[in-house]
């Protein structure tokens, strides 16, 4: 027995230092990326194995689309050369001038994936075993070798390619200039209107054919070798005759007929617009479709050429620069001349859980956002400000899925964060839990106290350092107004809701028959069931003089029923009622007036697993629900029919109990966990996920 | 603090949410024509609200639902009234009634007409009054001499881009609602050219049952050519 323990022991130790050390990526990604996915190859081919994936039938899926797409024939995930058991990543890399997506994948057997891109008719070239491949305007770049696979696809910052310096610098046309353009939408504009994708399509055959993809953008592209351009106009004939059959196909592909209502309301612009595209169509095609690999932008082109709008000879540029850019990068990146690794930010690598299957790293929320979102519109105002490094994780276990996320606040977030949390659940709901007769619960503790006189201050460090005059003046304002300490006295800020299920009740209401004879309308009665969710609600409480008063004004105006020991709110026109109480300093509220009354007379059968205590009373949130245990407990009448009543239970049993947490504060960092117990019978997390997407595709 | 706000949200949506998805909602609309020989008679139009009462009284405890504003009682009645004057004084319409009834919400018009195509403005006045964009598009007439009843009736667009507009929930109230007309005459019937609509055993009266949904997007046809025996 013990041999066999210990060799288990030293067997997992052999295999996770192997699943560390094999063909590990991670030591690749640069230091300054901004965030990291990963995907555990190992650990999923664990759980399941590529065979027994692409035999499963979400791999057949994939496999039958690939292949329809692609035309080759995909025998499995092997086929397209990647090593499976070792670690997939996604990465972003920005600065102020381009955000790069990347993605780096473990190879197994290049050759494989040579074959991936020749099926596929993309063509690409070789250079100390490394394969470079570029799409038709280098937005798309792929390098692969021996080793590892990386993709990368930029993004232009607009800020940064609209700063006056920088479009003098790298000679695009004047900020105005694009602007007129493009806020005419009417005739008076010099130049013919076209934002991003336009394809022009003007009355008559002629011009139908060099109406223009703009999509694929038009560029002059340079084979690799060759460091110099050749203007487009120096080039043969036939390669322009080539370009301008792309530009037809393109147009079949991608029609964009936005423009056309101004073009038709405007003979004119149409006629402008058409000679320019003939010219830009020329021009833009001019190059032969099967592609040659970009080394320099086409800035050095003919930009300068004169018919062309200045926006297309701007994007054209700004195409070329970003191209220049992701070449170089890319090309750094196999050279070995990435300045530092991720491996060496502690965060990072604290976030690294080899048992997770998949994981997300953002080395700040704050950056990572403003990198992203059009920080000019909100004129200063730090939306994420204090939001720090942050994580998320999926676990893909034996006996459960489970996904865990956490996010670090900078000190002045965090103390917030902290004093708010600081509040425990209410140890007396407990009393008032039974686990047979709930379906779920939610549960939360937070200090009103603390978060009202927190809020501002939070409000503040937001706004603050554009309306600080204003918002100093409302927060004042609110503290004065608000007596946080006595509204924390009456709303403590703990509270806990229980979901016991649906009960239905009868409803009588009027309506109206006709007899057959003269078709003469008669009032009836008629019946039909409501159905209510059956809830207890719990509320902590220290104050209880303004309820009370509540509770006595709606007793005076009867609107509430005093039943003695508890109240009673009925819902108008219907034989359903709302029943509270507050007892022992917590406010109770309920569907259900026989649990009201087992509350008062402290008859309440609890019921409550040391699984449930822990994750409600050791935690600021936490909820649970059991699908299974809703089964065959909504009425058929909400579902409309018995097919869809047969569905909903077969959906509602297939799944596992469901937890929802936060954990306390760690420090700065506020953490949290959802997570599903797989029902008994399945294998493991990733097998019971595949078993789901097959059953609701049937 | 997310989750505070988040708390605080649920607080104000907890009853609406209670209120818009647990209770059903249906209505019933019922349009009753009678027409004398000599082309006189009456209307009888009943709104019923009773089968989702438990959703309209608690409604009527909010002050505004998802942005709708909800009539209080004395809204609803002064509405009520001015629609009765309105009739009042409108050529060729007497005996103008109606019933409030809020413990089941039912609500009635009934009035007297010279001529039926003395209701072809009114039904259009009236419903602008209550500020329902016109689903109705349909004009009555009747000739005394052929024995002739006709129910034109054309189906806008405007009705299902209307309803496009409204949120689900809003448009679930919809879902079920029936719309009833009834035409009873003093001769029997010799045709009725709707085939939905049924002609009643004393062959005075026809019927036509129709869902709401129907009327708005136009799959439901309401016309009708009655012919009575001469």
Known sequence: MNYYFKSAIAGSFLLSTLAVNAQDLSRKIPADALAVATVKGGNLTQLMSVSEFNQSFPGKK??????????????????????????????????DSVSYNCFLMPVKDA?????????????????????????????????????????????????????????????????????????????????????????????????????????????????????????AKNRSKKSKLKGKKTAVKNYKKKPVKRRLETLKADPVAAEEMEVSTAVEATEAFATDSSMVPVDTAYSESSASDEGISPFFQDRRLKTGILAKWTAKMSDDFFAGKNQGSILSNPDFTKSVDHKAEATI??????????????????????????????????????????????????????????KVHKRKLNKKFLKYVNEDQMIGYMAYAMDTKAYLQEYPKLVSKIYGSVYADEIGMATDLFSLLLDEEAIGKVIKGDGMFVFNGLSQKE????????????????????????????????????????????????????????????????????????????????????????????????????????????ALLGNNYAAYFSPKKLVGKIPAEELGGLAKVEKTNKTLSSLGDIYIRSFPMTGNTFSAEISMDIPAGQKNALKYLFSITEDLQK | MLAGDMLKRNARYFLLILVLCVFSSCFQIIEEINVANNGSGTVNLTVNLSASKTKVASLMLLDSVNGYKVP??????????????????????????????????????????????????????????????????SSFSFNPENGVFQRRYIHTKEALVEYNKLKPEVKNVFKEASYTSIYRFEKTVATSSNPSAKVSKTKKAVMLNAGIMGLINGKTNISNQITLVK
């Open chain 1, 361 to 418: 790293w953002i080395s700040g929320v704050e950056q990572l956002s403003s990198a992203y979102l059009p920080l000019d519109y909100f004129k200063g105002v730090n939306f994420m400000g204090g939001y720090g490094t942050a994580n998320a994780k999926l676990f893909l276990e034996e006996q459960s899925i489970k996904m865990s996320s956490a996010i670090t606040f900078n000190e002045d977030m965090g103390s917030v964060m902290r």
């Open chain 1, 507 to 614: 409803v009588s209401y009027k309506s109206y028959d006709y007899n057959e004879e003269n078709f003469e309308t008669k009032e009836v009665m008629k019946t039909k069931k409501e159905t209510l969710p059956d809830f207890l609600m719990m509320i902590s409480t220290e104050d209880t003089r303004l309820i009370d008063k509540l509770i006595a004004y709606g007793v005076k105006k009867e609107l509430v029923k005093n039943n003695n020991s508890y109240y009673e709110i009925s819902i108008p026109k219907s034989p359903m009622a709302f029943y509270f109480t507050i007892k022992d300093g917590v406010i109770f509220l309920s569907s259900n007036a026989q649990e009201m009354q087992q509350i008062v007379n402290n008859t309440f059968n609890t019921k409550v697993s040391a699984k449930h205590k822990k």
């Open chain 2, 72 to 137: 209080g009682k004395q809204k609803i009645q002064q509405e009520m009234e001015e629609v009765v004057s309105y009739l009042k004084n409108s050529p060729g319409i007497s005996n103008v009634k109606k019933t409030l009834d809020f413990e089941n919400y039912i609500a009635t018009v009934s009035f007297a007409f010279k001529n039926i195509s003395n209701i072809n403005n009114v039904s259009q006045n009236v419903l602008k009054k209550m500020k329902i964009k016109a689903i109705n598009n």
């Open chain 1, 111 to 231: 050759a494989k994936i040579d074959l991936f891109f020749t099926k596929r008719g993309k063509q690409f070239t070789l250079k100390d075993q490394v394969r470079s491949y570029f799409n038709i305007d280098s937005t798309e770049i792929v390098h692969w070798n021996g080793e590892m696979l990386l993709a990368v696809l930029p993004t232009a910052k607009a800020a940064y390619f609209n700063r006056p310096e920088v479009r003098e610098r790298l000679g695009l046309s004047k900020q105005e200039e694009i602007g007129l353009s493009l806020s005419k939408e009417s005739a008076e504009s010099d130049y013919p209107l076209m934002t991003d994708s336009v394809a022009v399509q003007v009355a008559g055959e002629g011009n139908q054919k060099i109406s223009m993809g703009i999509e694929d953008d038009a560029t002059v592209q340079e084979p690799v070798k060759k460091k110099k351009s050749v203007p």
């Open chain 1, 62 to 95: 994939i496999l039958e689309a690939l292949a329809k797409d692609y035309k080759a024939d995909f025998q499995g995930m092997e086929d397209f050369g990647f090593n499976l058991s070792s670690d997939f990543y996604y990465y972003n890399q920005t600065n």
